[in-house]
């Protein structure tokens, strides 16, 4: 879990306990408590969104960098095989022009 991911956890934990102290709290009335209670859920929300956003980005980036690591594994085995082929046909064109044109064939 990175850093931002325990802040987020323990912004929704603080937001909870507030939840529950605003609940049992004796020291407000309805009125208050209700409207108190609606601001503390409607932060506990944001903050689960807010969570929600960067786990999801956090996963399109490790996608995203997954598939920049299957990209440059297939550039590097293309130039491997773009230097195999080179190397063949510079063996070809030395036995071609040595006049080895029966052994040629065999000998790639």
């Known amino acids: 879990m990175l850093m931002r991911e325990y802040l987020l956890l323990a912004i ?7 939840l529950e102290t605003v609940d049992q709290s004796t020291d407000l009335d309805p009125d208050s408590r209700a409207q108190l ?4 859920q409607s932060a506990i929300r944001e903050a689960g969104r807010r969570a929600y956003d960067f786990q999801t980005r956090r996963a399109l980036a490790e996608e ?4 920049a690591e299957d990209r440059q594994q297939l550039v590097k085995e293309l130039a491997e095989k773009r230097q195999k082929i080179k190397q ?3 063996k070809f064109n030395s036995m071609m022009d040595e006049g080895r044109y029966r052994y040629t064939a065999h000998k790639l």
Not at 12 to 18: G, I, N, P, R
């Open 64 to 67: 995203n960098r997954a598939a």
């Open 37 to 40: 209670r609606d601001q503390v």
């Open 88 to 90: 063949m046909m510079v």
């Open 12 to 18: 929704s934990l603080v937001l909870m306990l507030l």
